[in-house]
């Protein structure tokens, strides 16, 4: 992100900090739960990479789409080198820095942006925080680009705020009622496995585990 351009921040309250980031760890609910504003056609799945605790999510498609330019052509990924894929490309989907940051890639008002989405736990089990960072490529300089920059983060926040956050607080309601004693995630939502894991791996540990685990997850990075 050197040279990007802080476009706009909020903060939106939300449930319970873990029920929370599941929404960043998948893309089955998509057409689902955004069908009025991703669309019922959107796509619901992903290819999922796992580095330690860190995640990234993209979609396996041969496609993808030129975010540079006037157009929204396809670009068939098959017909190119590996040495000669788009930067755009390579760096698009939704990462998480575990334990609590998601970036996902959009373009938007006109060229490249990305929504930083810190989450943090709230004063009570049931609550939680997060905050939200609009960057963009290049600073917007006309008030097209402007308005399209401020179009595009709001309808984020709807997605966010009414559709996945709306959805977790019913969620945190009923994990809380005590009615089911285990949730199961399935194939389809592998980065809520992976997170879930590593939650339990650390709470679990003692002080001298932890030490361990950690300078493991430094090797491998080194590697």
Do not use: C
């Amino acid at each position: 992100f050197e040279g990007w351009t802080l476009f706009a921040q909020r903060t939106l309250a939300g449930p319970n900090w873990k029920t929370a980031y599941d929404g960043y760890l998948d893309f089955y609910h998509l057409p689902v739960l955004h069908k009025d504003t991703f669309g019922a056609d959107f796509y619901n799945r992903a290819n999922y990479f796992a580095f330690g605790p860190h995640q990234r999510l993209s979609t396996p498609s041969k496609f993808a789409i030129k975010v540079q330019g006037d157009d929204d052509q396809a670009i068939d990924l098959e017909a190119m080198a590996d040495d000669e894929l788009p930067q755009e490309v390579l760096v698009q989907g939704v990462w998480t820095i575990f334990p609590h940051i998601s970036i996902a890639s959009f373009y938007g008002g006109g060229q490249r942006g990305a929504m930083i989405s810190q989450l943090f736990p709230g004063a009570a089990v049931g609550e939680s925080y997060t905050t939200q960072f609009y960057v963009m490529e290049n600073q917007p300089e006309t008030p097209e680009q402007v308005q399209a920059a401020h179009d595009q983060f709001n309808f984020l926040e709807v997605v966010v705020r009414d559709e996945d956050y709306a959805t977790g607080k019913r969620q945190q309601q009923a994990l809380a009622s005590g009615l089911m004693k285990e949730v199961l995630f399935g194939r389809n939502e592998k980065g809520g496995q992976v997170f879930h894991q590593w939650v339990k791996r650390l709470v679990d540990a003692s002080d001298d585990d932890l030490v361990a685990i950690f300078a493991a997850e430094q090797r491998q990075a080194a590697e």
